[in-house]
């Protein structure tokens, strides 16, 4: 399979506690974006990447969040100092700039439960 | 920023009929790009149709079609002849073709299909 794929799927921690999810993006895409999705909203976008550099970070991106993409292939999004309110949904999304390839593929995302 | 409007939280239809969900956006740009994606119960979210701004004509994808009606900034997908897997949560999206590289998505309308 080809896809998109992240991991962990599911993820339960401590609040205080640091996590990091992965993403693997369709090898052929140079564009790769974090959303996060809150129960009963649609995603909302968190960052992207063109190949290895960080373009764009939304306003939602705090401090305590980082995601980088060291080698332009896959990336991986840390959460420090996890706090109730980071209990969500992460999706990742890849998509290619060749042509006019607009459409954005998602993963299956990583459920994040901060306790 | 971009609004994407779903003004429909739920809707159900019988199998076999027909469907529409409604979308409205906000923009100044003139290019752009629309798209519904669908995301069935715990499984990842999947591009249903495309809409790119400087097409007049609407797009189909099989019994998926949408209304694009550009002055009015209104995108509704019509799903002919329901089948129990269109059951899902139904996101409406826009994209700028020249500022930014965001996906701004509304909040879902969650379709049922009733046997």
């Known amino acids: 399979d080809t896809g998109v794929s992240q991991d962990p799927r599911h993820k339960i921690t401590k609040r205080g506690q640091n996590v990091t999810f992965r993403c693997d993006p369709i090898?052929?895409?140079?564009?790769l974006y974090w959303y996060r999705q809150t129960l009963g909203q649609g995603p909302e976008f968190l960052t992207y990447?063109?190949?290895?550099?960080?373009?764009?970070k939304s306003r939602l991106l705090s401090d305590r969040f980082s995601a980088e993409r060291p080698k332009g292939s896959f990336s991986t999004l840390e959460i420090q100092r996890t706090e109730q309110g980071d209990s969500a949904m992460y999706l990742c999304?890849?998509?290619?700039?060749?042509?006019?390839?607009?459409?954005?593929?998602f993963g299956p995302g990583t459920r994040l439960l901060v306790l | 920023a971009q609004t994407v409007t779903q003004s429909q939280p739920e809707m159900s239809v019988q199998e076999a009929e027909t469907v529409t969900l409604s979308c409205t956006y906000d923009?100044?740009?003139?290019?752009?790009?629309l798209f519904w994606y669908k995301q069935p119960p715990s499984r990842q979210m999947i591009l249903v149709i495309r809409?790119?701004?400087?097409?007049?004509q609407n797009a189909t994808e099989n019994r998926f079609s949408v209304n694009f009606q550009k002055a009015a900034k209104s995108f509704s997908l019509k799903i002919s002849d329901s089948q129990l897997g269109d059951a899902a949560m139904y996101f409406c999206?826009?994209?700028?073709?020249?500022?930014?590289?965001?996906?701004?998505f509304g909040t879902g309308t969650s379709l049922t299909v009733i046997p």
């Open positions: 999304a890849s998509r290619t700039t060749a042509g006019r390839q607009e459409t954005q593929y």
């Open positions: 090898s052929e895409h140079n564009r």
């Open positions: 990447f063109q190949n290895e550099a960080q373009l764009e």
């Open positions: 923009t100044s740009e003139s290019d752009y790009y």
């Open positions: 809409q790119e701004a400087y097409k007049q």
């Open positions: 999206a826009y994209r700028s073709a020249n500022t930014g590289n965001q996906f701004y």
